[in-house]
């Protein structure tokens, strides 16, 4: 496709649960970047993947968060037995060659709610 | 902490106005670059500007860069009705990560 996409759009699950939240890149696009937003507030930046280098997890707010991307292409956000506090917006961007050169293209996110 | 801080939180004028709004950084950067984020929407970037310009112009657009007091203001000249959304200001350090940080943005609204 044009652009970033994002899936699923919306998720609702309950306190506990594992959910996957998955994000394809521009085609071509070497940088990806998972970002969480909530209700109101700024960006809070999770992980970057660049190439095949090791990607920079600094971000990443607990251990039951994970991420992986495969063939430098498509990347999946897992969080296991989730809480209400996961509550947010996940967004995914991708980039030619990462923030510092360059702008991000970001997706329509996906909504996660935790009852 | 956050990279880019945005002020005013909230800003609401009339329609034909001008709106300003401001970004402070912490850390050298090598550009700065806005983004508008539309209610339940993506972001979608606005405008880059490098450490070595003062100022840049994209149609209505208007960004300046004041390094020596880290510091970048966006100007929407003639606002719209469409103008209505989040605006944030971010920076990837100079050094290290090339993750781009964000601000809080300011919530602007364009009243007809």
């Not at chain 1, 899936?7 to 309950?14: A, D, F, L, R």
């Not at chain 1, 251990?63 to 495969?70: I, K, L, M, V, W």
């Not at chain 2, 003062?54 to 880290?70: C, I, N, P, Q």
Request: net charge neutral.
């Amino acid at each position: 496709g044009a652009g970033v996409s994002q899936s699923p759009s919306n998720k609702v699950t309950e306190k506990g649960k594992d959910v996957e939240l998955r994000c394809d890149p521009i085609s071509g696009h070497t940088a990806l970047y998972w970002y969480r937003q909530s209700l109101g507030q700024g960006l809070e930046f999770l992980i970057y993947f660049q190439g095949n280098s090791a990607p920079d997890k600094s971000g990443l707010p607990s251990d039951r968060f994970s991420a992986e991307r495969t063939g430098g292409s498509v990347s999946t956000l897992t969080i296991q037995r989730t809480q209400q506090e996961d509550s947010a917006v996940y967004l995914c961007a991708s980039s030619m060659a990462g923030g510092r050169t360059g702008e991000l293209f970001f997706g329509e996110g996906s909504r996660l709610t935790v009852l | 902490s956050q990279q880019g801080e945005e002020d005013p939180q909230a800003l609401s004028i009339q329609e034909g106005e001008n709106a300003t709004m401001n970004c402070s950084y912490k850390t050298s950067i090598n550009n700065l670059q806005w983004y508008r984020q539309n209610s339940g929407r993506g972001l979608v970037h606005l405008i880059l500007i490098r450490s070595n310009e003062r100022e840049k112009h994209s149609g209505r657009l208007r960004v300046t860069l004041d390094t020596s007091k880290k510091s970048s203001s966006l100007l929407i000249t003639a606002s719209r009705a469409a103008d209505t959304a989040s605006y944030f200001c971010a920076t990837p350090p100079l050094e290290g990560a090339q993750k781009l940080v964000f601000g809080q943005g300011t919530r602007l609204t364009i009243n007809p």
